[in-house]
């Protein structure tokens, strides 16, 4: 015989599923996500004009017509004589030919104030309270390199016992005297030795009412010129040592630091040769 069992129920274990919904009943619950930020993005979207879209490009455009415009101006009103190298040139040869020939008709009366130029070096006559450290030890004249120094102011006078008067006109072989604006001592020069050189010594002496012949110049026009005048080339010779006043590129290094030595030479030289240059023209005022 077969033993039998007494019947025991069995629970079976039960799993609970998710049922997934439908396309049918997701789209009748309403519009996805991505769908609601697509009509979103569409309502928020603004139609604006055309230049609003592309206004760079149409500030490029302003500036670009703002440069023609300033161009067009600058053509139409510029002088279109001066435009051509030709006439520029022209006009400028002209200017400098009048401005010459003006200066060269400018006559050098006494009385007038100016400064003397030495041709060579372009330094100009000039005077200072510095004496020489050697020599006579009188005030020292030197030859300073800018022009803007009104210690390099000399007035044009007769010697004193002439019938010369100022504004009369200064002719060839005309003794002179050279009087310092600033010091109103004289040119003067002597047997010194020059401190550099070892030439004539060149210095300033005296005063208003001091003078004598070693500060007596003879003026010598180089060319044709019969009167003194604005750029002509002259010479001044010294009456007593009969030397020329003259300068070079000599400098010296202390006491008057850049400045060129001035002195006197016997010889006609190249470096003796000056003009007058800047300064106070007064006019002719002799009878003629």
Same mark, same amino acid.
């Given at each position: ?9 069995? %629970? ?238 000599? %400098? ?37």
């Amino acid at each position: 015989m077969i033993p039998s069992f007494p019947a025991r129920s069995v %629970k079976m274990p039960f799993h609970k599923t998710k049922k997934k919904p439908s396309s049918s009943s997701a789209t009748s619950s309403g519009p996805s996500k991505a769908e609601q930020r697509e009509h979103l993005r569409k309502d928020l979207k603004v139609d604006y004009p055309f230049w609003q879209q592309n206004w760079f490009i149409g500030l490029l455009f302003l500036m670009a017509m703002g440069f023609f415009g300033l161009a067009l101006f600058l053509f139409l009103t510029f002088d279109f004589d001066q435009g051509s190298p030709s006439s520029a040139s022209a006009s400028a040869s002209a200017s400098a030919a009048s401005s010459s020939s003006s200066s060269q008709n400018v006559q050098v009366t006494y009385g007038t104030v100016l400064k003397l130029m030495h041709e060579k070096t372009k330094f100009r006559l000039h005077s200072h309270e510095v004496p020489y450290g050697s020599g006579s030890g009188q005030q020292s004249v030197t030859g300073f390199p800018n022009v803007d120094d009104s210690n390099s102011y000399w007035i044009v006078r007769p010697p004193p016992d002439t019938s010369a008067k100022q504004g009369d006109t200064i002719p060839d072989g005309a003794i002179i005297r050279l009087q310092h604006m600033r010091t109103r001592k004289w040119l003067h020069s002597h047997l010194h030795a020059s401190p550099i050189s070892g030439n004539l010594e060149v210095s300033c002496f005296g005063g208003e009412s001091e003078s004598d012949t070693g500060d007596y110049w003879r003026l010598l026009i180089e060319g044709s010129g019969k009167t003194w005048k604005q750029d002509q080339r002259i010479r001044l010779q010294h009456i007593d040592t009969g030397g020329y006043l003259h300068s070079h590129d000599k %400098k010296y290094a202390r006491i008057a630091g850049g400045q060129q030595e001035v002195c006197g030479v016997r010889e006609k030289r190249a470096d003796n040769v000056w003009l007058a240059a800047e300064g106070v023209y007064l006019p002719i005022t002799e009878s003629k």
